[in-house]
């Protein structure tokens, strides 16, 4: 390469791609040029906030000729082809794990590159972590003694297992799972220790996906590389935070915690019997102290912009990019024959596994065509599955519109129906509304500005809207949020009646949002006719729900949760089958046109009384602590002024005190509307409330 910025694309819009993005713009030497994805609004949102150019193919780029190189951000099935396309196209190539499907691919990967004489790098970016460097400078140099082993786990919840969304590439197949999770285990080993043999392979805490296909949640891993033995562990249950490699030598033990950029290493002393195990700990605990000030003042100086993720892509592309702006030989952490040895691990792990564990199960035979009348917009997500399945059991055969083909649905293929189609594409919706009686629009957009709220989720609640007119649909029925609602003042009760503030600036977008669709929305139905019911769910539980509900507070891991205020005031929760079961009712009730239900259950638990019932019920006491309002406003404040004043970001929301206090609920609710025009009765009793929200809901995934 030549000493001038070496230019860089990325294939792939998605979340991935903002942490890419970001590193690549504080990686010296490098331009982010170029953004390309099938979606051409997405390519250009990304583009537009980098400072680089849109496409919507890959063909467009590479003739473009903006690009030295690329980072393919695509799912997993893409990777072979399009890194293909890539490197005989002249560009280099960086590829997210996994980045190939088999050994065998990335081989054909390495091998184009060799062709082309351009590089391939794997993006295993966790071996760019600064602590890993630590740990890999204590071993060369013998800080550890003579190897003779080592730990890596990866035990973190992945809650899709468990509560979806299910048409995810890595839930597709059992070996997904440890092509998308194993490189960053089987990564550390290869650079560490050299080619792994699998000796062994464990299957552990098996789940069940819609259509009864078992998925293993837990992978233990026995290998040998060299003379040292290795134990790999994947946990993907609730499990605390244990993202780490524990390396044993004979003069001491090094633990990394790759998801924190921590090093901590226990070492002998020569101190006799009584000092020694005090001078152990010690030094132990000033370890720790100064892990902990170290990432808490890179944390601050930074404004919380270097997290440890982030400073694993950065530690990544230096490792990729300044080799290659000097045309030395690749860095192995990253290189193409690494990858390779990598993914033949993974393919040998695979052949080791039990037999039988690694199938799918058959799809359930279709004996005729669904024809549908009812139309899910949403339908994969935890309400819309149940929805689905409560309008299967009335009779109804459905539509499901989704990003896929595919969805939670192989066991009733003859009633249940997915769709690809893009909510922006009125055209489209109308056709696939054709023949539909009742739409569901449970559709929702996450967004970081107010404009792109107002492009993803307003106007695409519009478009929806103008479609299902078009087609003549009857029923149009649209999911908003409680959230919308101030629920800041608990001597005021919440009905229908209560309006949403005039000014909602202040408010969280998702709130805002929702509240600016359900204006838009019940506009329509008053100029226009639009026959349309709002719903607004409340704090939903039960199966097929996430134990790490933000509703109720915010997370640290499983086994920690800050809830929002004190705890005491009842929440307004509600049980998923209720829910379904409230929205079914809306579809042949005239009353119900024009109108807004709060679907809220009956007066149940607080915050705390929800964490205790979970004690009671599953003998799994959290840490529970509150949490100050005010200081949390604080906080948000002093993050709004610098980033509006300091680093000059645009559309940052003005917080308000108001806004934090209703995430705590303080306003109670009626549900006598929803009772009274519905005939809704949700559960009652406090007993069987928790059984299907708690005993019965698979909270912890086993």
């Known amino acids: 390469m030549s000493s001038d910025s070496i230019r860089v694309g990325l294939i792939g819009a998605g979340y991935i791609a903002s942490w890419h993005a970001d590193a690549l713009r ?61 490197l005989t196209g002249g560009l280099h190539v960086l590829v997210e794990k996994p980045v190939a499907e088999s050994a065998s691919q990335t081989q054909e990967i390495e091998s184009a590159a060799q062709a082309a004489g351009k590089r391939f ?33 990866w035990c973190f919840p992945l809650s899709p297992l468990r509560s979806g969304p299910f048409g995810l590439w890595l839930l597709r197949e059992p070996r997904n799972l440890l092509l998308e999770l194993g490189p960053h285990l089987m990564g550390f080993a290869v650079d560490l220790f050299g080619t792994p043999e699998i000796t062994h392979v464990t299957l552990t805490q098996p789940v069940a996906l819609p259509g009864s296909d078992i998925r293993p949640q837990g992978w233990r891993i026995l290998a040998r590389a060299g003379h040292v033995d290795l134990v790999l562990t994947l946990s993907l249950v609730e499990t605390m935070d244990d993202r780490s490699v524990t390396v044993r030598g004979s003069a001491a033990r090094a633990r990394l915690d790759f998801a924190s950029d921590t090093l901590i290493v226990d070492r002998e002393n020569a101190s006799d019997l009584v000092v020694n195990p005090l001078r152990r700990q010690l030094d132990q605990s000033w370890q720790h102290l100064r892990e902990g000030l170290r990432n808490a003042r890179v944390q601050l100086f930074s404004l919380n912009t270097r997290s440890p993720y982030g400073l694993a892509f950065q530690g990544m592309n230096a490792g990729i990019y300044g080799p290659l702006a000097r045309n030395r030989p690749a860095d192995a952490r990253f290189s193409g024959a690494s990858a390779v040895t990598v993914m033949q691990a993974l393919d040998d792990t695979i052949a080791r596994a039990p ?50 083909r595919s969805g939670p649905f192989p066991d009733l293929p003859d009633t249940v129906e997915t769709l690809g189609v893009s909510l922006t594409d009125k055209d489209a919706l109308t056709q696939a509304m054709q023949g539909i009686d009742v739409v569901f629009n449970l559709a929702k957009s ?70 600016e669709c359900e204006r838009r929305l019940m506009q329509m139905h008053r100029d226009q006719g639009l026959p349309l019911v709002i719903a607004r769910p409340g704090i939903v539980v039960g199966a097929g729900g996430p134990l790490q509900h933000w509703g109720i507070g915010r997370w640290h891991g499983a086994g920690a ?50 964490f205790e019932a979970i004690h009671r019920a599953l003998g799994a006491k959290l840490r529970v602590s509150s949490g100050n309002l005010s200081a949390f406003y604080a906080s948000d404040a002093v993050k709004y002024l610098l980033k509006a004043h300091v680093l000059r970001r645009r559309g940052v929301i003005r917080p308000s005190l108001a806004d934090w206090k209703s995430r705590a609920h303080f306003s109670p609710f009626d549900n006598a509307h929803p009772k009274a025009v519905l005939g809704w009765r949700p559960e009652s009793d406090r007993t069987a409330f928790v059984e299907k929200a708690i005993t019965g809901a698979n909270l912890f995934g086993y």
Request: charged residues 20%.
């Open 355 to 404: 037999a039988g564990t690694m199938t799918i199960a058959s799809p359930a035979v279709q004996t005729r065509q669904p024809k549908p009348t009812a139309m899910v917009i949403g339908g994969t997500g935890f309400i819309g599955r149940a929805l689905t399945r409560r309008l299967v059991a009335n009779g109804h055969d459905v539509r499901v519109l989704s990003r896929g």
């Open 446 to 515: 996450m967004d970081k500005t107010w404009e792109d709220a107002l492009r993803n989720d307003v106007a695409v609640a519009v478009t929806i809207a103008e479609a299902a007119q078009a087609a003549d649909v009857r029923r149009l029925i649209y999911t908003g949020t409680i959230a919308s609602y101030d629920m800041s003042d608990p001597g005021r009760r919440i009905t229908e009646s209560t309006g949403f503030a005039d000014d909602m600036t202040d408010r969280n977008i998702y709130a805002r949002s929702k509240a």
């Open 561 to 610: 949760v800050r809830i929002w205020g004190h705890g005491y005031n009842t929440l307004p929760f509600a049980l998923i089958d209720d829910v379904a079961d409230g929205l079914v009712r809306m579809i042949d009730n005239n009353a119900a046109v024009g109108q807004s239900f709060n679907l809220i259950g009956e007066p149940m638990l607080s915050a705390r009384g929800y």
């Open 121 to 153: 790098h794997a993006g295993h970016n966790f071996l760019g972590i600064p602590a890993y460097q630590r740990l890999k400078d204590q071993i060369a140099r013998g800080a550890l003694g003579r190897v003779s082993g080592a730990e890596l786990n």
């Open 26 to 86: 504080a990686t010296p030497g490098v331009t982010l040029t170029a953004i390309c994805d099938p979606s051409f609004g997405a390519a250009q949102g990304l583009a537009n906030a980098c400072g680089a150019r849109a496409f919507d193919s890959l063909e467009a780029l590479i003739s473009a000729d903006v690009c030295d190189a690329v980072h393919i951000l695509t799912p997993p099935q893409l990777h072979h082809r399009l890194a293909i396309q890539c």
